[in-house]
């Protein structure tokens, strides 16, 4: 399908979403539908809960593997909350796969204060220098590959003014949370060359199913398992640090990566927490081949 006929399928299941009406939804036989990485029966879940769509949407597709993403908002009772879907869609239109991340901070280990949610052109505008498909996955999983047990080394590229945005808040070049995340202050890479991250133990279950080729955008899912058994850390300044997790859990996240020109510019990313080492009901995917460390470090 080419990206108008995948939009297509997003908008009449978002109207669907909206009305609360999975009915309204063009659903294959066997279709699938995860909310917060539980399998759900298709019409539970937040279909019977939400009250309406937010403003903010971004949307993007691959016309390769006929998949669309959206990064938005949904308003329900209480609050509202950071949204990912994933839609695999058949050639006929209709919908095998739904996945769907829900940011409930009223349910989340980890709360993120005044959360908002904008429009970034730098996600919605075509790469000055498309990156090869493969490669674009490379670098994706180069960046868990640096966040896993993070010790200062690079394993993919980093724009200089690559900025992160997580659960609404940006975690990176952002003074006012620095007040309470102190590493928030800095860059991308500056945070990872410090080590900041070392008590995330591991970055498992990692999936690639959606790359926008026309846009540079790779959707990426996964768990960051943490332990919590690392009290104390040294980071690449030489600094001792305390751990701030002190206690199994994981988190189960919702990436999207922008790449241009070979390199990670800015990051959008949605996570919950869930019970320590929760396995995905999605399918494993085969292990993507590393960068190699001198091309990372160029």
């Known amino acids: 399908m080419d990206r108008s006929a995948l939009y297509g399928v997003l908008d009449a299941f978002l109207a669907a979403l909206n009305a609360g009406d999975a009915t309204k939804v063009s659903w294959a036989a066997d279709a699938q539908f995860s909310e917060n990485n539980v399998m759900l029966a298709i019409g ?8 309406r769509l937010g403003e903010y949407q971004l949307r993007f597709a691959d016309t390769r593997n006929g998949q669309v993403g959206y990064f938005g ?12 879907l994933r839609l695999a869609v058949n ?18 280990g980890i709360k993120f204060e005044n959360p908002r949610y904008w429009v970034k052109p730098i996600l919605e505008t075509e790469p000055a220098l498309p990156t090869p498909r493969a490669e674009m996955v490379q670098l994706s999983n180069g960046y868990f590959d640096t966040l896993q047990l993070n010790d200062g080394t690079i394993h993919t590229r980093f724009h200089p003014d690559c900025n992160r945005v997580e659960n609404g808040v940006q975690t990176t070049r952002n003074p006012e949370f620095a007040k309470i995340v102190p590493v928030s202050a800095l860059g991308c890479e500056e945070q990872f060359r410090m080590g900041n991250y070392r008590y995330d133990d591991e970055l498992r279950a990692r999936r690639f199913p959606l790359v926008d ?25 030489g600094r001792w640090v305390n751990s701030p997790v002190r206690r199994p859990h994981s988190f189960y996240i919702s990436e999207l990566f922008k790449i241009d020109g070979g390199m990670i510019t ?33």
């Not at 050639?91 to 989340?108: H, T």
């Not at 919590?228 to 850390?233: E, K, M, T, V």
Request: glycine letters at 6%.
């Open 44 to 51: 539970d879940g937040v279909w019977g809960t939400i009250e």
């Open 91 to 108: 050639p006929d239109g209709a919908i095998r796969e739904c996945e769907m991340c829900i940011v409930r901070q009223s349910d989340s």
């Open 266 to 298: 800015q990051i959008e990313a949605n996570f919950i927490t869930v019970p320590y080492k929760m396995p995905s009901p999605w399918p494993a995917e085969a292990p993507v081949a590393p960068l190699l460390l001198a091309e990372a470090a160029q």
């Open 73 to 84: 908002t949904i308003h329900e009772a209480i609050e509202e909350s950071a949204f990912t």
């Open 213 to 237: 080729e026309e846009r540079g955008l790779v959707m990426a899912f996964g768990f960051i398992d943490h332990s919590g058994r690392l009290a104390r850390y040294q980071l690449t300044d």
